[in-house]
T-cell receptor, first 115, second 117 residues
Framework: AQKVTQAQTEISVVEKEDVTLDCVYE???????LFWYKQPPSGELVFLIR??????QNEISGRYSWNFQKSTSSFNFTITASQVVDSAVYFC????????????FGSGTRLQVQP | GAGVSQTPSNKVTEKGKYVELRCDPI?????LYWYRQSLGQGPEFLIY????????DSGLPNDRFFAVRPEGSVSTLKIQRTERGDSAVYLC???????????????FGPGTRLTVL
């Protein structure tokens, strides 16, 4: 069985603060994918990043960075110098690499960035 | 358009009625997924197609729910005898089976908001 836990239900920060969204996962698969999606108030899920379980390199894309640690089953997401446009619900998700293709989502973290 | 499209964007129906929700995936994407998202929750998987066949329908809640993809492109999610508990946003996603950059990544449509009165 697969499970994704996002313990932070809601986070509120002031613009320009850094913020980290936590994601912890459980899976019996030896190879798998991890994802982050953003869901702004408009409602559409926007893909941010995909990580393969065999690639533990951290990744940076502009103000976004991701820290994947297989030893602790965590895939955390950091936004540096947050902006009001970052306000959204962020979902972490997991899928199998060869087996179960469906995404298992966490319950999401609502991020509010105040001006 | 280049993205996943879903119609209608909103559907209001009465309890007991039949509804169909349509999904048009990204051109060339062989895999298609349906999810359901209730308010304040993450999306929950319903069914997955690879080509024309349902490769995994383990998420369908009961036999009132059915989906087809007859030509391997457009898919229709069908709900019979709708209940108030079926009210949710129904999301469709598609992906291409590939080990390349972002292969197997699911791209989502805008969803259909279903309200059962």
């Amino acid at each position: 069985a697969q499970k994704v836990t996002q313990a932070q239900t809601e986070i509120s920060v002031v613009e320009k603060e850094d913020v980290t969204l936590d994601c912890v996962y459980e899976t019996r698969d030896t190879t798998y994918y991890l994802f982050w999606y953003k869901q702004p108030p408009s409602g559409e899920l926007v893909f941010l990043i995909r990580r393969n379980s065999f690639d533990e390199q951290n990744e940076i894309s502009g103000r976004y960075s991701w820290n994947f640690q297989k030893s602790t089953s965590s895939f955390n997401f950091t936004i540096t110098a947050s902006q009001v446009v970052d306000s959204a619900v962020y979902f972490c998700a997991l899928s199998g690499f060869t087996g179960r293709r469906a995404l298992t989502f966490g319950s999401g973290t609502r991020l509010q960035v105040q001006p | 358009g280049a993205g996943v499209s879903q119609t209608p964007s909103n559907k209001v129906t009465e309890k007991g009625k039949y509804v169909e929700l349509r999904c048009d995936p990204i051109s060339g994407h062989t895999a298609l997924y349906w999810y359901r998202q209730s308010l304040g929750q993450g999306p929950e998987f319903l069914i997955y197609f690879q080509g024309t066949g349902a490769a995994d329908d383990s998420g369908l809640p009961n036999d009132r729910f059915f989906a087809v993809r007859p030509e391997g492109s457009v898919s229709t999610l069908k709900i019979q005898r709708t209940e108030r508990g079926d009210s949710a946003v129904y999301l469709c996603a598609s992906s291409i089976k590939s080990r390349g950059l972002n292969g197997d990544t699911q791209y989502f449509g805008p969803g259909t908001r279903l309200t059962v009165l």
